[in-house]
């Protein structure tokens, strides 16, 4: 039996707000609003720089939309009136 090598796999990387909007389909404004609602992120330096790590990210959003169209659902069922027709 041959001992193959282990296969070599990038880690990955922080991204920016931009570029995590870019890879997400939204717009950078949906990304400033998701900090605002606690996505993952990061600072760095003394700059401050908001910095993302995409699986993190993707994640965080997957189960808040399931949380959201749950409530969405709720909110937009058809309403249901018990009074008699007399």
Do not use: C, Q
């Not at 870019?22 to 990304?31: K, Y």
């Amino acid at each position: 039996m041959t001992d193959w090598p282990a296969p070599v796999v990038a880690p990955e990387r922080y991204v920016d707000a931009r570029e995590l909007a870019r890879l997400m389909g939204v717009s950078p404004t949906t990304v400033k609003r998701w900090v605002r609602e606690g996505i993952p992120s990061e600072t760095w330096g003394m700059a401050r720089t908001r910095r993302f790590l995409p699986s993190e990210a993707i994640t965080w959003a997957a189960g808040r939309s399931k949380v959201t169209l749950s409530r969405d659902r709720a909110h937009n069922a058809p309403r249901t009136t018990h009074e008699s027709k007399e």
